[in-house]
Each structure stands twice: as structure tokens, then as C-alpha cells.
């Protein structure tokens, strides 16, 4: 075809604390919840200025770590401290590790910051999975067709984000009412449309990246299709997220319950099996 190329994608004592404090912090890498395509803009919470601004380059906008800093937002160790304790770390840093001093923080913003860790990680309670996540991993794979697009530890599809961590970190009733939501916006890199190309050969995806020459639309079965704009008779934007709003008619309460279940429990996509593990070719 004219015009058109594609590839298919394949399916972490003193010494001990700096593991979950490493390294400075810089600019804020994207948010890692956000995995329904969403782009609704929420009202920070206490203290989450001052994370974003100084913590999360590190440990992620969510707590769950990074390549830089590990997870404060799930370690049971981390939730042993005192606030006291974390604040003196924060603080007066680590020495001898990549954790530094925040000196230059007042009480009150290293209070708030506290705070908001605390939020990160939950309350216990609403920790525990409600209902079975055996049952959820059927659901998510068979009756909730969540597979079609979502991807966890390897399997899946490749339209929405991949949800191995998910649900790690999140209390049942969150990650609940994001699979409810009654209406959805679709983000920059999820919004579906459907293209012709000049001999009529129609697909239909997500566009993942756009300019004013070409597009890069990736569809159902795991192709990339490299398109020049001169090369398409139209391409119709639809502005929606692909994610269902009815899975409140879909499931019942304990089949959501089971999903949700799942998502919380769900095992982490092997090393070097992120969303994407690698790209070849066509027929390789």
C-alpha cells in the first residue's frame, strides 16, 4: 500500500531506608494511574504541590518508584515509620546515599509532604480485595473483554495502557469508581479515529502520535501504521476513549468485585515485558 508502513508490537537501619529514598529529584516523570484515558483535571491534594515538585522525579507521581528511587508508597517498611522519621529523612537526607537534604523545605511543606505519602499509600483497610481475584483474572481475559486493549504481565492487547501495577498501590473503591466512570475523556496518545487511505483500505485505532504530515495509528491486532496525511482520503477523529461506560450493565456487583480484585493483585509485568517488550517487523 502507497504511503504505508507498519510493525507489530511484542507481547525495588539507615543503609536500608535509602532504598526508598534515592537519588535528587528533578522534573516529574507522568503520572503512572492514569490508565483510562482520562484527561480530566483534579484539584491537587494537601501536599501534593510539593511532592510533585521535589519527590516524585524519583519515586513517581504515584509513590511506586522508578529507575532512580524505589516504592515508598507500597513497602510495608516504609508504612512502619513514624511521621517523625520520615520527616527527619526527608529533611536531613541520608548520608552516604543518594538521598539528600531538604533543608531548604519549611516544617510545614515537609509535613504535607508527609502527609500526602500517607495518602499514597492507602489506608489498610481499604487495601483488602473484595471479592476473588481468580475469578477476576477470568473476568478481565473472558466477560469484561478488558484484554482486548489492556495488557497485564505480558498478555493483552496494546490499544490502552498496560495495567500490570495498576492496582498496586490503589484501595478497592478507586480503582472501582475508574472502571465506572460514567464519561470519559480520551488523552493524547488514546483517542480513537479511523482513517482511508487513497485506495479506499479503511483501519480503525488509536492515534498514538500526530503532526501536520503524518500519523502514527495503532489498531486492534498490534500494528503500527506509519501514515503521510497525503497518502489518506479522510480521517475521522472521534474524541473518545476507547474504555466501555457500561460495565456497571456488564457486570454485576460481585463480578466487579472479583475484577477489581484482580487489578489489585495482579502480578508485574516481567522484566523487559513493559507494555511493549519489543517492536519487529511485519513477518519477522
Known amino acids: 500500500m502507497s504511503g504505508l508502513s507498519h510493525r507489530r508490537l511484542g507481547g525495588c537501619g539507615a543503609g536500608f531506608l535509602a532504598f526508598f529514598f534515592l537519588l535528587p529529584f528533578g522534573v516529574a516523570r507522568p503520572q503512572q494511574h492514569d490508565f483510562w484515558g482520562d484527561d480530566t483535571n483534579h484539584a491537587a491534594a494537601p501536599g501534593q504541590r510539593p511532592f510533585n515538585s ?3 522525579s524519583c519515586h513517581g507521581l504515584d509513590g511506586r518508584g522508578s529507575d532512580k528511587g524505589a516504592d515508598i508508597a507500597v513497602s510495608t517498611h516504609l508504612r512502619r515509620l513514624t511521621n517523625m522519621q ?16 531538604f533543608h531548604s523545605l519549611s516544617a510545614g511543606q515537609i509535613r504535607s509532604i508527609v502527609g500526602y505519602v500517607r495518602t499514597l499509600q492507602g489506608n489498610l483497610q481499604a487495601r483488602t480485595p473484595p471479592g476473588d481475584a481468580t475469578r477476576g483474572k477470568k473476568i478481565f481475559f473472558g ?4 484484554s482486548s486493549c489492556h495488557m ?15 492496582g498496586s498501590a490503589l484501595p478497592a473503591n478507586a480503582i472501582r469508581d475508574e472502571i465506572l466512570k460514567p464519561t470519559r475523556v480520551a488523552r493524547a496518545g488514546y483517542q480513537s479515529a479511523a482513517v482511508t487511505t487513497r485506495d479506499s ?6 492515534i498514538r502520535n500526530e503532526d501536520n504530515f503524518s500519523l502514527q495509528l495503532l ?4 500494528l503500527f501504521h506509519f501514515l503521510q496525511k497525503s497518502d489518506l482520503q479522510s480521517v475521522e477523529h472521534t474524541g473518545q476513549s476507547l474504555m466501555p461506560i457500561d460495565y456497571h450493565e456488564r457486570l454485576t456487583a460481585d463480578e466487579l468485585n472479583d475484577l477489581v480484585s484482580y487489578l489489585m493483585k495482579a502480578p508485574s509485568a516481567p522484566n523487559g ?3 511493549i517488550s519489543k517492536a519487529k517487523e511485519t513477518g519477522e
Open 273 to 275: 515485558a513493559q507494555t
Open 143 to 146: 466477560k469484561g473483554e478488558c
Open 219 to 222: 489498531t486492534k491486532d498490534g
Open 201 to 206: 483500505h479503511r483501519l480503525e485505532g488509536v
Open 86 to 101: 520520615i520527616s527527619s529523612i526527608i529533611s536531613n537526607g541520608i548520608p552516604g546515599t543518594g538521598m539528600p537534604a
Open 152 to 166: 497485564i504481565s505480558g498478555e493483552g492487547g496494546f490499544l490502552g495502557p498496560d495495567l500490570s501495577n495498576y
Open 54 to 56: 521535589n519527590c516524585a
